[in-house]
Each structure stands twice: as C-alpha cells, then as structure tokens.
C-alpha cells in the first residue's frame, strides 16, 4: 500500500450511514377513517355489495366500490406467524372478515401457532396512528360474529405524515476504498485502467463498463478536466448537501473516459447559463481550514477555467 493509505486489496471496509425518506401519505376516505376510528378503540373494515369483509378499510374490494364501512370484533384466529429479533408477527383473520390482518403478537408468545386465537391489545397512549392498536395477545376469547355498520364516523385522517429510516453498512470493496484512502491522504484522484479498451475508470470498480474485463492496474488522474454536462438547480428537496440554486454537473477528468458526478462554482449563479458550456475546461477546488474526510466531497467544486476550451 502508498504510505499513509488505509485500504489494502483483501480488505472490506463499509460505509454507515441512514437513508431517510420523509414523505406524506394520502390515506383516501376509507383507510382515513381506519386510522381515525382506532382512537375509539373500533377496527373499521370496508363491506362490498356480495358480503365480503376485508380490513383494514379499502375504498374498493376486488375492483368494485366498497358498499359500506363496517366495525370488525377486536377477536380472530392466527392464520400465519414468525418471529424477528423485534417480536412475533402474524397474520390474523379477525371474527367476521375474509382477509387477514398483520400485526404484532404481545406478551407471551408460547402458545403462538396457526389457529390460536387471540384479542386485541390497546395503547394506552392516544394518538399513535396505526399502533393506537398496540397489537394482540394470545387468549381464549370466544369467536364473535357480530360485524356492524359503521353507524358514526370521527373525521378521517386525510394525510399521514410518515419518516422511513433505513440504517445500512454499505461494503464499498478494495476499490472505491483506494479511491477514498487516496483523497484524504494525498488529495490525489485515482482510477483504474481497463487492459482491454485502455480507459481509465473514475471512480475505479472492478470491471469495465464496455469490456467486461477485470481491471487491476491504478492510475492517477489530473483533478482538471472537462464539462461534459451541467444543470442549474433551484429546487430544494431532502438529502441535499447544498442550498439552492446550485450547479450540478458531469465531468470528465483529464486522463479518465468516465464521467464524475460533481458541483461547478465560484462564480455568480445568475451568470451560469452565459458562463458555462459544454467542453469547457475545469479544474478542483479542495476545501481548506478542515482535515479531509476521503470522499469526493474534499472537493468543495469545481471552478471553470477562463479564456480557455
């Protein structure tokens, strides 16, 4: 290994990091009221015009709009289960309707096996959406077939705000990790030559994109090169690393044959569209006063490179 890297070849460092999605759900009139109606302590199923109960609500059964809304008896019968570090999960055939239900089996979970019955479990906290209905526990409760009509409904819950989180450890393997060890040792970008068709690969990988082949032999790269394509972006959406209006581009560094995904700047944003074109030479700016993190980041952007291409 160069002095001062981290990566060696028979190594699998990882990435961690959480993915976060945040987004709003429009729940529709039938799953609204599902969700409302939870807070009175009532499981609301949608009816269709052939007597089939399915819950939670549906708007439509099998194609055709639900004829009405129903309560469901907070008792069933599992029909299907597993366990996961977090607990026990089954699918559950409430007394009265014709599909299942998936939620969470709580306490003791021993006797959990198809057919067991059980009853509902409620929070005893207001307000927690879908887990206002805590889940269920195992128990003899009697089988009811009293499914009702929906007689009062409390206002549906038109949107539901939802925040998916997923935390992950991303492998990023011997190559991309020489690619990393490279920025913050040296600040020197790196790729990998394909023996095959000759091009310089950035970031390296362990194949050709065209070729196929293997790659093996590292090479560096020139942190200039060229605008291959740019677009100006005045949105704001989640994830972004920078704040609008920004430019952001594909360039082709001097001596690669891939292009880099990156930020252009250093200039008066309002003056982009004049300023830049397509096979305009650029060259790095790497960020100062902070120690480098090795990722592409290091790079603070790209500035153009006046009076030439």
């Not at 009509?149 to 925040?163: F, G, V």
């Not at 100006?232 to 880099?260: C, M």
């Not at 096979?279 to 006063?289: C, L």
């Not at 153009?304 to 291409?309: D, N, Q, R, T, V």
Request: glycine share 12%; net charge negative.
């Amino acid at each position: 290994m160069t002095s001062g890297l981290q990566t060696s070849i028979d190594e699998a460092p990882a990435y961690e990091t959480t993915l976060t999605m945040p987004y709003t759900l429009t729940t529709g009139r039938a799953a609204g009221t599902f969700l409302a109606e939870l807070a009175q302590h009532r499981i609301v199923g949608s009816r269709s015009a052939g007597g089939k109960v399915v819950v939670p609500a549906q708007d439509y059964i099998d194609g055709e709009e639900a004829a009405e809304l129903v309560v469901v008896p907070g008792t069933g019968t599992v029909t299907a289960w597993t366990r996961t570090a977090s607990g026990a999960l089954a699918t559950i055939r409430l007394d009265g309707a014709d599909t299942d239900l998936v939620h969470r089996v709580l306490g003791d979970t021993g006797g959990l096996a198809n057919g067991a019955r059980v009853k509902a479990v409620w929070s005893s906290e207001p307000d927690q959406g879908f887990l206002t209905l805590a889940g269920f526990e195992l128990g003899d409760a009697p089988v009811a077939d009293a499914v009702t009509p929906l007689d009062s409904t409390a206002e549906p819950i038109s949107m539901l705000p939802y925040r998916l989180e997923l935390d992950y450890r991303h492998a990023y393997g011997p190559y991309y990790g020489r690619m990393f060890d490279e920025l913050a040792a040296h600040r020197r970008i790196v790729g990998v030559k394909c023996p095959s068709c000759q091009n310089v690969l950035v970031p390296p990988r362990g194949n050709c994109d065209a070729c196929f082949v293997p790659t093996a032999q590292v090479v560096d790269v020139a942190d200039t090169g060229i605008l291959k394509a740019f677009s100006v972006i005045h949105l704001e959406f989640e994830g972004q690393t920078r704040t609008p209006p920004y430019v952001y581009a594909e360039i082709t560094l001097d001596g690669s044959g891939t292009r880099l995904i990156h930020n252009v700047g250093g200039f008066d944003i309002d003056e982009a569209g004049e300023l830049l074109h397509i096979g305009m030479p650029v060259r790095a700016v790497w960020k100062e006063g902070v120690p480098p993190r090795g990722a592409l980041a290091d790079i603070d952007y790209f500035e153009p490179i006046l009076g030439e291409g």
